[in-house]
């Protein structure tokens, strides 16, 4: 298996804290993703990198950022966390964008809860 | 309309059944697909990638069809490890890889 780690795996916070979720990758891809995941709703891009300090906003953004300072660290931080954003965030990797390599690796997952 | 849409199901079948699952796309640039798996409480994995009009794989058979803008998924001889939400995801290209991903199709294999 690709070797993407996420942490915490799991994590209970108050309404109005900033939490800050990592994605940590061994292959050295240049795309990395955040995702998250809600009943009914899917896996709903937040945010994304197509390289150090380039990133870019999915669609569901608002109330996240994100930083990539090096190729192998994708840090997603909530900035002041709602109950809304109580949910599963999935982080995934990609080598490229093309050709047959482009499938996405997916971490375990964090589970989050907002209180 | 939603870019992907599926059946959430549930879709249960007895052991040994043929299983198909339709998924429909509404963005005709998709220039290829992903199928996914992913088990409750796990991380999507990815199953199979169709590229032309299809793709097998074992028990496992994807096809695409562009006119009508759909891709199936055909489980044959279903095993109880099979049960599982399985996600139908067209790939756009582009720079940036961004996949849009359905919500899944439900499948459980009854014994």
């Known amino acids: 298996d690709a070797g993407i780690t996420q942490s915490p795996r799991h994590k209970v916070t108050e309404t109005g804290t900033p939490v800050t979720l990592r994605c940590h990758q061994t292959?050295?891809?240049?795309?990395m993703y955040w995702y998250r995941q809600d009943p009914g709703h899917g896996l709903r891009l937040i945010h994304y990198s197509y390289g150090v300090k380039d990133t870019d906003k999915g669609e569901v953004s608002d109330g996240y950022s994100v930083s990539r300072s090096k190729t192998e660290d994708f840090l997603l931080t909530l900035e002041s966390a709602t109950s809304s954003q109580t949910s599963v965030y999935f982080c995934?990797?990609?080598?490229?964008?093309?050709?047959?390599?482009?499938?996405?690796?997916f971490g375990s997952g964090t589970r989050l809860t907002v209180v | 309309r939603k870019e992907v849409e599926q059946d959430p199901g549930p879709f249960n079948v007895p052991e040994g059944a043929t299983v198909a699952f339709n998924c429909t796309y509404s963005?005709?640039?998709?220039?290829?697909f992903f199928w996914y798996r992913q088990d409750c409480r796990k991380e999507p994995k990815l199953l199979m990638s169709?590229?032309?009009s299809g793709n097998e794989d074992g028990r496992f058979t994807a096809q695409l069809n562009r006119a009508s803008q759909y891709i199936s998924l055909l489980i044959r001889d279903s095993k109880l490890s099979d049960s599982a939400t399985y996600l139908c995801v067209p790939n756009y290209g582009g720079a940036t890889n961004k996949l849009i991903f359905g919500t899944g199709t439900l499948l459980a294999v009854q014994p």
């Open positions: 963005n005709s640039a998709s220039q290829s």
């Open positions: 169709v590229y032309s």
């Open positions: 292959e050295n891809h240049r795309y």
């Open positions: 995934a990797i990609s080598e490229s964008a093309s050709g047959p390599n482009y499938g996405y690796t």
